[in-house]
Each structure stands twice: as structure tokens, then as C-alpha cells.
């Protein structure tokens, strides 16, 4: 019998995460849930962009909850309101649905999670019986499960490097892109993404993911982080003016040390205009992409690009996380109550979404 899915919040994740619950064959689309009151009663298929499918979109999450679905993939933005996407999870929990989600970093890496927290949410699944894992792409499966499985076929690992190298003129939320993110903002002032700290707060469970699936025990997590300015004014469509002088582009590094050196490191290359920081790195193509990066013998690359059909990588790198929670649900709802991070599933593939 197929697991009754709940997709609440569709946003950059929740449209795709809609069109995986359908493609996949153990999984049954049970309802969709919305804060924006223009997509309530519209078509699931409508909202993200695929064929009819007479689920009808609500902003009550109540009687889906009451009607005993199996998992919710809670696809909410938490950057804004942790706690108000914390009070979701553990409501969905609590009702029996165990839960996969994106949007609450802090859970990517239960054994470091802070204890009030674990506390509440590993109570929440005791009480539903349910569980809940949560991943995206970055932070996510391409600094964890990817650069561990790679460091599989090197024979010797002297450092494990993921790379996001994107231009963020692709990825469409102005919020984010200027207050959290601070494309546009003066010099002068440190944007909310970048204050020390919020790096390793973000990105420091991957690095001590990977460390866990090396064997290795961390000393410490350091970050670096580099601002330019913009050297023109730019006009991006949808967002607007970004002044001369304002923020262009930065470059972060989350390093986890062993041995005093820098061992698992994650960097980002972040840039809103593709002639700020020329002397930086830059994708092979297009507007962004995502690279490991394995120094040893034999050294290794592999980038990854998505596209979901618009040949956007910030849009197909938002598919590629909704694909990797929707396709954990079986793996998650089989498994014992409590929080789950990436090393306790079990190896989750394509099968229930491979035409057949």
C-alpha cells in the first residue's frame, strides 16, 4: 500500500517535491498545504507546474494531520521563523506523520543538535511513533552522502572539498538575496549569512557528517570569509538595482581541522554579478554549479549541474534536494521513532521513481 504524503509549503521545494510524490510509485499524494491565500483551493498540478491531479490545495493543516497520513515533507522556509517551522515538525509528529524537511539546519546532524532541541523533537516522536530527516542539496546530500561516497574510490584522502560556485542573480528571492545573503548592502555592514559564526552554524554539520563517515574526530571548525564590492551597478530582473560599491560577491570556507590542517572544508563562491571577483573560481557553465573536490592519489573532481527545465541551477539544485527527501520517505517511515541525519538511512536511490 502506498505511504499517504502531505507536501506542506510550495515554494523553491515544494513544487518539485510535489512532482516526485506523484512520479513515485510507493507514494500517494494526500494533500498540499499553503500560507499564501491566492493558492488555496487551486490544483496541486497547477501550483507545481504538472498535469491535474484533484488534490486540492489548504492552508489548515489540521484534518490532513487528523486523517492519519504517513509523512508530511515540510518544504516551509525556516531561515526566518525557526520556530514557528520547529512548532510544525513537532505538530506533524505528534499527529503521526513522521516528517522530512529542509528547513531547519540544526537537525541535519542529531548528535550535535542542541539538547532543547533534540529533547523536544525526539519527544514528538515518541508520542506519533514517527520520525523525521532532515537534507537538502547545500547545506545537504552534495557536502555529505556525495563526497563520502567519492572518497570511496581515491586510495589515499589527504582533504574532501564541496564547492557551491554559484551567481545568485539565478536564485529567485529577494529576501534572501538581500538581507540574509546581502547582495546590495554597503560594505560596511555585515550580512546575516556571513556574521561570525552563521557559517559553521549552516554548514558545520556537513563538515562533521563527513568526518563521521571518515572516522574522523574533529578538533576543531574554523571559517574564513571574503567580501568584494561591486564594481558597477547591475540590474537583475525581479530584484532590481544593486549599486556600485554595495556587495558582489563573497567567499566563505567551513573548515574541519585534524591534525592541525584543514582536513573536510566547505566553500562557497558566491557572486550576483559574473564580473565581480574575476580572479575567483567560476562553474564551467552557465550560472552555478556544485563540485567535490578530493586532494589525494588519485586527486578527483566531480561537478554536478541541474536543470529542471529551465537550465536555472539554483531551480535544479532545489529539485535535486526535494528529490533526495521525497525519495527517503519509504527509508524514514520505516525506521524507529526519532531524528534521523543522513548516516542512518538506509541507501536511498531512484527506485520508486525509475520509469518502468
Known amino acids: 500500500m502506498a505511504l499517504r504524503v502531505v507536501v506542506w509549503g510550495t515554494g523553491h521545494v515544494g513544487r518539485p517535491a510535489i512532482r516526485t510524490v506523484l512520479a513515485h510509485r510507493d507514494l500517494e499524494l494526500a494533500g498540499v498545504v499553503v500560507a499564501d491565500p491566492a493558492k488555496v483551493g487551486l490544483d496541486a498540478g497547477s501550483i507545481a507546474d504538472c498535469e491535474p ?10 484534518p490532513l494531520l487528523a486523517s492519519g497520513v504517513d509523512a508530511v515533507a515540510y518544504c516551509a522556509s525556516g531561515d526566518l521563523r525557526p520556530e514557528e517551522a520547529i512548532a510544525d515538525i513537532v505538530r506533524c509528529l505528534e499527529a503521526g506523520a513522521s516528517v522530512v524537511t529542509p528547513s531547519v539546519y540544526a537537525l541535519y546532524h542529531p548528535a550535535s543538535a542542541p539538547g532543547p532541541l533534540t529533547e523536544r523533537i525526539e519527544a514528538a516522536c515518541r508520542a506519533g511513533n514517527a520520525a523525521v530527516f532532515a537534507s537538502g542539496i547545500d547545506p545537504g546530500w ?13 586510495g589515499r584522502v589527504d582533504e574532501v572539498r564541496s564547492q557551491e560556485v554559484m551567481n545568485y542573480a539565478a536564485y529567485h528571492n529577494p529576501v534572501s538575496v538581500r538581507e540574509i545573503i546581502g547582495f546590495g548592502m554597503p560594505m560596511a555592514t555585515t ?5 561570525p559564526g552563521v557559517p559553521t552554524m549552516t554548514w ?17 571548525i574554523r571559517e574564513q570569509v571574503e567580501r568584494r564590492p561591486l564594481e558597477r ?3 537583475v530582473p525581479g530584484m532590481g538595482l544593486f549599486e556600485a560599491g554595495t556587495q558582489g560577491a563573497f567567499r566563505f570556507e567551513v ?8 582536513v573536510v572544508v566547505v566553500e562557497h563562491v558566491t557572486r550576483i554579478d559574473d564580473a565581480c571577483a574575476p580572479d575567483w573560481p567560476y562553474p564551467p557553465r552557465g ?8 586532494t589525494g592519489r588519485p586527486d578527483l573532481e566531480v561537478t554536478v549541474i541541474a536543470d529542471d527545465g529551465d537550465g536555472n541551477p539554483a531551480v535544479g539544485g532545489n529539485a535535486t534536494a526535494a528529490a533526495r527527501l521525497v525519495n527517503a520517505i519509504p527509508g524514514v517511515c520505516a525506521a524507529p521513532p526519532g531524528l534521523l541525519g543522513a548516516l542512518d538511512l538506509p541507501f536511498v536511490t531512484g527506485s520508486g521513481v525509475t520509469r518502468r
Open 233 to 235: 551597478t547591475i540590474e
Open 287 to 294: 550560472q552555478g554549479c556544485h563540485r567535490v573536490l578530493i
Open 191 to 195: 550580512p546575516l549569512m556571513l556574521l
Open 204 to 220: 558545520g554539520n556537513m563538515i562533521r557528517t563527513v568526518a563521521d563517515g571518515l572516522g574522523l574526530a574533529l578538533e576543531d
Open 255 to 262: 573548515q574541519g581541522v585534524v591534525g592541525g590542517r584543514p
Open 53 to 62: 491531479t484533484g488534490v486540492l490545495a489548504t492552508d489548515d493543516p489540521g
Open 142 to 154: 552534495g557536502l555529505d552522502i556525495l563526497p563520502l561516497l567519492l572518497s570511496g574510490v581515491v
